[in-house]
């Protein structure tokens, strides 16, 4: 079992001496940091004990302690903080810094490297964990309220003096005090320390050999009831349950609505230190879920109910106009025509697809030449892949031949430049494969193609697959030795776009010999993903979810470094779920790819009529901006040309737990912000046209997007909830009688997965 905690593990300045940790320095711990006008410093502290279980240290008068406990697999810490003085003390934040080592790089080691997975505070207590690629972690619990948490964010300084955030985290903080903006579930009263008052928090940490009764264990730790969502979303007037672990009565459970009616909820006891109850989605929207047991200890859960799938990707088109794409170098630019070509292949109108089509001629005039070739970063393997892929939406959309031909073009264009004798997909002597996901992108194009029996289509056809089997047998070989744009670790976007394309080979090659080890190593890299992604929270907003620190100042012009979960590029993970469910019929992949999908339907808000770029996960960031400005008075971008707040006019405010506008509507400086629109080319494939029928093994029926209810006869009557929908998935465990509201006849199903027409 892996040890963070050796028998003697602590030095004399009370931080932990073990290889999962920093080693010295300020990102040492754990250890007690103070921040005041935005420095922050380390607290002095020595051993009182030659057992060094004990520490003191004092910051003007200002007395604190630490105390250890551990064992082997668990560790208690006991900090105390009292104020002798006669005033009050309210530093920016006093914390708590934990001191693992969560830079995630080089390779192999980044697989034991531990990243801040999950934190939640509520009003009464918290708790997170921190886990590896390798599916191990560190449960960290308080019984006790703590204010907040924070990052620590690694930066870099760029050859013009201007100061960005890194892609690497150097380690984390429990920030037991905070002044300032915190969300509304955070308590709110840990500012400051009066004269004479003292504080105490208890924090423990157990190491997790397996990730595994999260919430059991957390629930004991913390003495609070903790919420277990296995769905955080759910269709308009379908009914979920909701687990609550508390080994105390709960005295209350109150469910709101979006519209703010609340309704009490009676819990069942479900088994020992565990209860139920069930919501239902009467209305579509975010639904709050509040417990409270007898002690007064409090936590809070979310669930969002969408009333129809189709009409999201309806109104991410809207926006594609009311925010239109960029016509600039980064392909991040360009998304917003995946929403409007998808959209006009469901609701066509010829307004909309004149100036959506004005719009596109001018990204082809400005940015590419007659064969299709950039006119600038020409080595951005990314930006030949997207073309590809928009060419072949706005086949769909429209059914005009000369797109699939362009996408074609552009196919061997990428394949002849880009594509190594390794088959793999190279830009400036780095691993392109899983930049966005080229090999996904040929894949879309082939399955257009195969089904285009003419002699020349034929051989196209068959010079594209060899082009996608050389580059996923490559990529199945490097497992998770990869690279990737920007700085080399265990990176997001890397790891997901490498298990989505393994599984998207896997399901379009079904006769291959190479997919059961495609699957496979789909499988795994997904599983070593876990750790960058929020699959645990309660949050629907951010269920499914994956961590992006670095997007916000390219993005959105924003400094420092932030969390941004959802980020579009989150729905890199959705498509590995998914294929990963059609492949195998685990249930918990579909239920991890509806409430993803969830967390990015939110991303539009239909009461102020806009479109998010993404949520920004920092319960307290101080950032700054910028904001729109007169560009001839601003020709200068500096290095990479993007905007940066020291370079520009800019705003200083509290990022909290929120939702970004978009910029790319008032600037002109590269913003990248049309990337949230990959959400919805994702959305489109998944569910718009379709439905699931999903047999679980107790018998009863998870159902998406349609309602199912038995006859008499034993035959399974099953009704879209989308006049949309063409075709209803099944993943049966016994064979079925099936009958289709809309038809007369019934069909016999074997069990195992079946696509059944509904037209």
């Known amino acids: 079992m892996q040890n963070l905690l050796p028998m003697s ?257 009676t819990p069942e006891f479900f088994e020992t230190n565990l209860w139920r109850v069930e919501v239902e989605g009467t209305e579509a929207g975010l639904h709050r879920i509040l417990v409270q047991d007898i002690s007064r200890k409090q936590s809070e859960g979310s669930i969002f109910v969408v009333k129809q799938w189709s009409e999201i990707l309806k109104k991410a088109g809207d926006f594609a106009l009311k925010n239109p794409p960029q016509s600039i170098a980064h392909c991040e630019g360009w998304y917003g025509f995946f929403s409007g070509f998808l959209k006009e292949k469901y609701f066509p109108q010829a307004e909309y697809g004149q100036k959506l089509g004005e719009h596109w001629g001018d990204l082809l005039k400005t940015q590419f030449d007659e064969a299709f070739i950039p006119a600038k970063e020409n080595w951005r393997v990314q930006n030949k892949s997207t073309l590809l892929s928009l060419f072949v939406d706005r086949y769909q959309a429209y059914g005009d031949l000369k797109d699939l031909e362009s996408a074609a073009q552009m196919a061997d264009l990428m394949i002849a430049t880009h594509q190594g004798s390794d088959g793999a997909f190279w830009a400036k002597d780095i691993f392109y494969s899983t930049v966005i996901y080229p090999i996904k992108s040929l894949i879309e194009l082939w399955e257009c193609e195969e089904k285009i029996k003419t002699a020349s289509w034929i051989e196209r056809t068959e010079r594209h697959r060899k082009g996608i089997e050389k580059a996923i047998l490559d990529l199945e070989k490097r497992g998770d030795d990869l690279q990737t744009e920007g700085e080399q670790f265990f990176e997001d976007g890397m790891i997901s776009c490498a298990a989505l394309q393994l599984a998207a080979f896997a399901l379009a090659f079904p006769k291959s010999p190479f997919r059961d080890q495609c699957l496979q190593r789909a499988q795994q890299l997904l599983a070593q993903h876990d750790c960058l992604s929020q699959t645990v929270t309660p949050d629907a907003r951010v269920r499914g979810g994956t961590h992006r620190t670095w997007e916000a100042q390219y993005d959105i012009h924003l400094q420092p470094a932030a969390i941004v979960c959802p980020h579009g590029w989150s729905s890199w993970r959705t498509y590995a779920t998914y294929y990963l469910y059609l492949l195998t019929g685990e249930i918990s992949y579909l239920l991890q790819t509806r409430n993803a999908l969830a967390a990015a339907a939110q991303m539009i808000d239909e009461k102020k009529d806009l479109l998010y770029w993404g949520f920004l996960l920092d319960p307290h960031l101080e950032a700054r901006q910028v904001i729109p400005f007169d560009v001839k008075e601003k020709p200068d971008l500096g290095q990479s040309g993007f905007a940066h707040p020291d370079r520009f006019p800019s705003r200083s405010f509290v990022v909290s737990e929120q939702y970004m506008e978009m910029v790319s509507h008032w600037s002109s400086y590269g913003s990248n912000d049309n990337d949230v629109h990959e959400h919805f080319k994702c959305l489109e494939e998944v569910i718009v046209g379709k439905a699931y029928l999903h047999e679980r093994e107790d018998g009863s029926f998870f159902c998406w997007n349609c309602d199912m209810e038995s006859s008499p006869e034993n035959v399974l009557k099953i009704k879209s909830s989308d006049a949309l929908t063409k075709s209803i998935h099944l993943h049966l465990l016994h064979p079925q009688k099936v009958q289709i509201f809309s038809q007369s006849e019934s069909q016999t199903l074997a069990q195992g997965n079946h696509w059944i027409s509904i037209r």
């Open 9 to 265: 593990p602590i030095r004399e300045d009370g931080t932990i001496h073990a290889p999962e940790y920093h080693a010295s320095g300020i990102h040492a711990g754990p250890a007690l940091i103070y921040e005041e006008a935005g420095e922050v410093h380390p607290l002095t502290l020595r051993s009182m004990d030659r057992h060094h279980k004990l520490f003191s240290g004092s910051h003007h008068r200002i007395q604190f302690e630490m105390e250890w406990n551990y064992s082997e697999s668990e560790w208690k810490l006991t900090v105390r903080a009292r104020n002798k003085g006669t005033l009050p003390w309210h530093p920016d934040r006093l914390a708590l810094r934990i001191g693992l080592d969560c830079r995630m790089q080089p390779y192999p080691e980044w697989t034991d490297k531990h990243y801040p997975t999950f934190l939640r505070c509520e009003k009464t207590h918290f708790w997170g964990y921190a886990s590896t690629p390798h599916g191990k972690g560190l449960l960290l619990a308080s019984p006790d309220a703590i204010a907040s948490w924070s990052l620590d964010y690694a930066m870099r300084r760029w050859d013009d003096g201007t100061v960005w955030g890194a892609q690497i985290v150097n380690t984390f903080d429990l920030d037991l005090l905070r002044k300032g903006a915190l969300p509304e579930r955070h308590p709110q009263h840990l500012s400051q320390l009066a004269p004479g008052e003292e504080k105490r928090w208890q924090i423990f940490g157990r190491n997790l050999p397996i990730m595994e009764n999260l919430e059991i264990q957390a629930a004991a730790l913390c003495k609070a009831p903790v919420i277990q969502l296995p769905e955080t979303t759910v269709d308009l007037g379908q009914k979920t349950a909701v687990f609550i672990h508390s080994s105390q009565k709960l005295v209350e459970v109150l469910h709101q609505s979006p519209s703010g009616e609340e309704k009490r909820l």
